[in-house]
Antibody, heavy 128, light 113 residues
């Protein structure tokens, strides 16, 4: 069974840091592109960023609101995805989901595809 | 404000048909990028409902269908059931001079009357 399990959420003060983890099982993690998507309380879904498989270069892309503050990484030996969040702001408060990104590369450009499956999410609260 | 525009809410009686629109622009849906749909039941993670504009993953009932035309896409649900009450999100890709990113609609709350 394909499974994604996030952990590491909690309460952090503005300006602080937090690292989320996502443990993957049931599929070949090293071949997968992975994305983080967040959802603020009572709000819609917002893409945070993506990391490609090492086969496709292992590069990362980020949404504008988190670029320069958040870093996505992966440890294929541990089947684990990470999201390092620095300089946190109150507006970063959200449930953070990890998900498999069915993206692809074509004509020299790479694109995220659909997201399936999703983890259960972990809540990050940024508050003083 | 979301890049993709969805109606905040729709409703229908059991057995009826409802549609949810997702309106984009020439930098996303109109540029040819695929549209995908997710269902989020209360208190749970989103679940893939439609991928590649009109494809259903295994296990998704054929009451759900998707289509795309021009700068818009639609999700149709026929034979509405109480268990369909949920939030629905469309997703695509956006590429412009300011960069490229995954984009979501703001979500539509479906109420089964």
């Amino acid at each position: 069974e394909v499974q994604l399990v996030e952990s590491g959420g909690g309460l952090v003060k503005p300006g602080g840091s937090l690292r989320l983890s996502c443990a993957a099982s049931g599929f070949t993690f090293s071949n997968a592109w992975m994305s983080w998507v967040r959802q603020a309380p009572g709000k819609g879904l917002e893409w945070v960023g993506r990391i490609k498989s090492k086969t496709d270069g292992g590069t990362t892309d980020y949404a504008a609101p988190v670029k320069g503050r958040f870093t996505i990484s992966r440890d294929d030996s541990k089947n684990t995805l990470y999201l390092q969040m620095n300089s946190l702001k109150t507006e970063d408060t959200a449930v953070y989901y990890c998900t498999t990104d069915l993206g692809y590369c074509s004509g020299g450009s790479c694109y995220s595809g659909w997201f399936d499956p999703w983890g259960q999410g972990t809540l990050v609260t940024v508050s003083s | 404000q979301s890049v993709l525009t969805q109606p905040p809410s729709v409703s229908g009686a059991p057995g009826q048909r409802v549609t949810i629109s997702c309106t984009g622009s020439s930098s996303n849906i109109g540029a040819g990028y695929d549209v995908h749909w997710y269902q989020q039941l209360p208190g749970t993670a989103p679940k893939l409902l439609i991928y590649g504009n009109s494809n259903r993953p295994s296990g998704v009932p054929d009451r759900f269908s998707g289509s795309k035309s021009g700068t818009s896409a639609s999700l149709a649900i026929t034979g509405l059931q109480a268990e369909d009450e949920a939030d629905y999100y469309c997703q695509s890709y956006d590429s412009s001079l300011s960069g490229s990113a995954v984009v979501f609609g703001g979500g539509t709350k479906l109420t089964v009357l």
